[in-house]
């Protein structure tokens, strides 16, 4: 970012589930802050980072913030390219009807509403890494 | 004995270690990531439903409602809240932290 006008393709790696560890939650701090940037942002997520998308947390028992409301509000930040490992959500006996209805408005249809999360496989994965320019992980 | 895992069964060994060593009869309580464990329909379950026909297997509930899974859990695992961890702690004669 030190080019005024450089758009780079920053990818954030998710792979651990939310509250055991602080991670998610970094992960989605640092994802907000970099949004201000205006750079070229996607968030992946495999392993146990699937289940930070797990709609209907309630953590009142435990005693700490549920910051995954805060996910569905990405998509006013342009950030609307969110993949999610098939496999990962498979093994752990979920689908995409567990996980919250993330979307976006396309200015360029009509502020259409348009889904963020895409299910992805191996192959898709290995091709998004390629393509990063900055890759973060958490 | 109370065997207490607290991380996920896709990171660590914790529970596949706890599940090969712990006696009949003993007791296995998930608690935070390793609530993950006491769900179904993961590659885990089987073994995990296979345990609690041997064993007494508990998950702590305020974590599995802050993970949005209440009502996945497996038949067979007793939910229990923190009195119900105290009361664990208090009537088993010790206690095995797989962290």
């Known amino acids: ?138 | 004995m109370l065997h207490i895992i607290n991380k996920s069964p896709f990171t660590t060994t914790s529970l596949d270690s706890c599940l090969r060593v712990a006696k009949a009869g003993s007791t296995i309580l998930l608690i935070e990531d390793g609530v993950y464990g006491a769900l179904g329909g993961t590659a885990v379950s089987d073994r995990v439903q296979a345990a609690a026909a041997t064993h007494t297997v508990c998950v702590l509930a305020p974590d599995v409602a802050a993970r949005g899974l209440g009502d996945k859990v497996l038949d067979g695992i007793e939910l229990v809240d923190y009195d119900g961890f105290v009361d664990l702690v208090a009537a088993n004669n010790g206690v095995q932290s797989w962290l």
């Open chain 1, 1 to 138: 970012m030190s080019e005024a006008g450089t758009t780079k393709k920053f990818l954030y790696v998710n792979r651990r589930a939310p509250y055991g560890t602080i991670y998610a939650w970094e992960s989605l701090e640092v994802v907000l802050i970099g949004a201000a940037f205006e750079q070229d942002v996607s968030l992946l997520f495999m392993d146990d980072g699937v289940y930070q998308l797990v709609k209907g947390m309630d953590t009142k028992g435990i005693g700490m913030k549920n910051f995954t409301p805060t996910y569905a509000a990405l998509g006013d930040y342009e950030v609307n390219k969110i993949y999610v490992d098939r496999d990962a959500l498979a093994e752990r006996g979920l689908s995409l009807d567990d996980l919250q209805h993330l979307v976006w408005e396309d200015e360029n249809e009509d502020w259409a509403e348009k889904d963020s999360i895409h299910l992805v496989g191996r192959d898709e994965i290995g091709n998004l890494l390629e393509e990063q320019d900055v890759i973060f992980n958490f």
